[in-house]
């Protein structure tokens, strides 16, 4: 239960990040006529925010169900990534892995990868639990208030986010330079990738991911570089 | 027309990727080489997330955003509270939007 606690407190900023993002998804499902409980069901099942507003894109724009699912396996592929490396730090995740594995998102993932020590599946839980109850509420919020956000004001709030990243990486790469070499080179590739458009961005991300981990093994086959102290066994 | 076949869809597609890792990976199993691998994902995935996305956050204002990422990263310099670099990447892109 202590655990737990820990785990809502730090997953607060998380909720305040995510609570405003999820508001312009719940204003622009409720401009593109998709119901309340649709979009609140997309937020409560789906539970992954960037592919959720490609769904609202490609739904618009006509495409048939089986495509924008495809296009959701690709996009959230990453997760995979994440879910493995997560899983590898705990020592063991019980019979709440089917609970903690649903809850891991981008946000949550980073700030419990880059806990000091290996996370508990309770502190994951509590975690997970603020995270979530942030992307439901900015969700029917936004939809029940409906309207629209100035473009500037809703890359404002979406920026929270990235600066939540940054004020997640930002103590590893003073930690290591390892670290700080393995989040550049991701970056660089991930960047190159985007820019010539050279596979879909499912594939870029999960491309990057891989090719920058790949660098740090060559990098620290002396010590893990970055958050992998601590790590179990 | 409902869109529930769409939302099931997009659920198991996007829970699947998550729970497999979770059920199947135990870290003392794995060769040290690996092991390795898996311990730089969030650095790489945190590099990954930033970039390029953050810089296009505001469509068009790249430079806009880019100030908005630094000030971010400066703060979270001398802070260890992740509010902070939020507070500081979402109040300066508001604040320079006026100025650039």
Same mark, same amino acid.
């Not at chain 1, 592929?77 to 594995?101: I, W």
């Not at chain 2, 199947?24 to 650095?43: D, K, N, S, T, W």
């Given at each position: ?19 405003? @993002? ?15 409980? /649709?979009? %609140? ?37 990453? /997760? ?5 490396? +997560? ?36 502190? +994951?839980?509590?975690?997970?639990? #603020? #995270?979530? @109850? ?38 590893? @790469? ?5 670290? #700080? ?8 590739? /991930?960047?190159?990738?985007? /820019? ?10 999960? %491309? %990057? ?16 570089? %970055? ?7 | ?21 979770? $059920? &199947? $990976? ?7 080489? =690996?092991? =390795? *691998? ?12 930033? $970039? ?10 790249? =430079? ?8 971010? *990263?400066?703060?979270?310099? &001398? ?11 979402? =109040? ?9």
């Amino acid at each position: 239960m202590r655990d737990f606690c820990v785990g809502l407190r730090r997953g607060l900023p998380v909720l305040l990040g995510y609570f405003p @993002v999820a508001l312009a998804f719940g204003m622009i499902a409720g401009n593109a006529q998709v119901p309340l409980m /649709h979009a %609140a069901g997309m937020s409560a099942f789906v539970y992954a925010g960037a592919s959720q507003f490609m769904a609202l894109n490609l739904l618009i724009a006509g495409l048939p169900t089986a495509e924008i699912v495809l296009a959701t396996l690709l996009l959230n592929f990453r /997760h995979f990534l994440m879910s493995a490396a +997560l899983s590898a730090r705990m020592k063991r995740v019980g019979k709440l892995a089917p609970l903690v594995a649903f809850g891991i998102t981008d946000e949550t993932f980073a700030v419990a990868a880059t806990e000091p020590t290996a996370p508990t599946p309770t502190f +994951l839980l509590g975690l997970e639990a #603020a #995270a979530y @109850v942030g992307w439901l509420s900015g969700t029917a919020l936004g939809h029940a208030l409906g309207g629209v956000l100035p473009r500037i004001l809703q890359g404002a709030l979406g920026m929270g986010l990235y600066g939540l990243f940054i004020g997640i990486l930002v103590p590893e @790469v003073r930690r290591s330079w390892r670290a #700080a070499a393995v989040a550049a080179v991701s970056a660089g590739i /991930h960047w190159l990738l985007r /820019h010539f458009a050279v596979m879909p961005p499912g594939w870029s991300i999960i %491309a %990057a991911i891989v090719a920058g981990a790949a660098f740090g093994v060559i990098l620290g086959e002396a010590k893990p570089p %970055a958050v992998g102290r601590g790590t179990a066994g | 027309m409902s869109l529930w076949p769409l939302i099931l869809g997009m659920a198991a597609v996007t829970y699947v990727p998550r729970l497999l890792p979770m $059920v &199947f $990976v135990r870290g003392e199993r794995l060769p040290r080489r =690996l092991r =390795l *691998f898996l311990a730089c994902i969030p650095c790489a995935a945190l590099g990954v997330l930033i $970039v390029p996305g953050g810089l296009y956050a505001v469509e068009g204002r790249m =430079l806009l955003c880019g100030l908005s990422l630094a000030a971010a *990263f400066i703060t979270a310099w &001398f802070s260890r509270n992740l509010l902070i670099p939020m507070a500081a990447a979402v =109040l300066s892109l508001l604040g320079l939007s006026y100025v650039l």
